[in-house]
Nanobody, 116 residues
Framework: QVQLVESGGGLVHAGGSLRLSCTAS????????MGWYRQAPGKQRDFVAL???????NYADSAKGRFTISRDSAKNTVYLQMNNLKPEDTAVYYC??????????WGQGTQVTVSS
């Protein structure tokens, strides 16, 4: 079992920045990748970005050029730096891990609101 705790959401004006953090605990040695998804009201949960334990990254088209995912392996923490935020980025952002088993774990979500 892997538990995830997210932080860093909030309210920001369009063009502003936020950094989300997600710290994993528990059976972290089985983690293969950590990432972020988001879900806007009335919409499905969509992929945003991920980073593997080898450092390979992947981004949704909507995140490319504005968002950067990174990790601190020693702290079992993944970050999502979000720049030039737009109102359409407003959503609940969920941390996600996939690991050997296989297994998938989700965080509780953190709200990001971008005002125009």
């Amino acid at each position: 079992q892997v538990q995830l705790v997210e932080s860093g959401g909030g309210l920001v004006h369009a063009g502003g920045s936020l950094r989300l953090s997600c710290t994993a605990s528990g059976d972290t040695g089985r983690i293969n990748a950590m990432g972020w998804y988001r879900q806007a009201p009335g919409k499905q949960r969509d992929f945003v970005a991920l980073i593997t334990t080898r450092g390979t990254t992947n981004y949704a088209d909507s995140a490319k050029g504005r968002f950067t995912i990174s990790r601190d392996s020693a702290k079992n923490t993944v970050y999502l730096q979000m720049n030039n935020l737009k109102p359409e980025d407003t959503a609940v952002y969920y941390c996600n891990v996939v690991g050997t088993g296989p297994f998938v774990s989700w965080g509780q979500g953190t709200q990001v609101t971008v005002s125009s």
